[in-house]
């Protein structure tokens, strides 16, 4: 029997706990409208500064959260909240 942990492939558990929590804090910006649809996510270089992480978390949550349908990447332009986030 396999246990799902969360993990993706070669993703510690350190990193996948600062992926979650960084996920989870822009989640709940997007659910109190802090940000709004059509809004830019700060850089990459800012999330790591506000977050107190690596880049390797921060590319995760941003993978997540676009899988999720929290946020497009628009290439060259940055990350933006999507239109109908989900709730």
Do not use: F, N
Not at 12 to 39: F, N, W
Not at 61 to 83: F, N, S
């Amino acid at each position: 029997m396999v246990i799902y942990s969360g993990l993706r492939p070669g993703e510690s558990m350190m990193t996948a706990h600062k992926r979650e929590r960084v996920a989870e804090a822009i989640r709940d910006q997007i659910s109190s409208g802090q940000l709004r649809p059509g809004d830019r996510l700060p850089s990459i270089a800012k999330l790591k500064e506000l977050h107190g992480v690596s880049y390797s978390p921060i590319y995760a949550a941003m993978i997540e959260l676009k899988a999720q349908g929290w946020v497009v990447g628009r290439q060259g332009d940055g990350v933006y909240v999507a239109d109908c986030p989900p709730r």
